[in-house]
């Protein structure tokens, strides 16, 4: 996880710098590696069954990823900046995508609003 807070620190570093391009991909290598760190936990858990040559993904695996990804704000935190990155290159599209996405790994006692702000601001720009 500490070469993860290397790269989101890099990603946050070249936003600031006015690095968009180079920081949203930053942070989705880091979404990605996240995504495979969930889909392992996912299968050391059960969520997925390998009989030979066949594999199984089970209903559970889904609910074992989304627990693994909601455990804290990171990933929420992530997918939010990559919707700020977006809105700010003018893909208010891809921005309320993934302010979207942000929002649905919210952990449910969590007060991070930011990706509801942001969502707000993106259906302001889209009607007028």
Not at 21 to 48: F, K, N, P, T, W
Not at 75 to 98: H, P, R, S
Request: hydrophobic share 35%; charged share 30%; aromatic share 10%.
């Amino acid at each position: 996880m500490l070469d993860l807070q290397k790269k989101v620190s890099n990603a946050w570093e070249l936003k600031k710098q006015g690095k968009l391009i180079e920081a949203l991909r930053v942070y989705d290598e880091v979404y990605s590696a996240l995504m495979q760190e969930a889909l392992d936990y996912a299968h050391a858990r059960g969520g997925v069954i390998d009989s030979g040559t066949t594999r199984t993904i089970l209903p559970k695996n889904f609910e074992l990823v989304r627990e693994y990804l909601r455990q804290g704000e990171d990933v929420a935190k992530i997918i939010n900046n990559m919707g700020t990155i977006c809105a700010e290159l003018g893909d208010y599209k891809k921005a309320e995508q993934y302010f979207k996405e942000a929002i649905s790994f919210i952990p449910d006692k969590s007060n991070y609003r930011d990706p509801y702000l942001g969502l707000e601001e993106i259906r302001k720009l889209k009607n007028g």
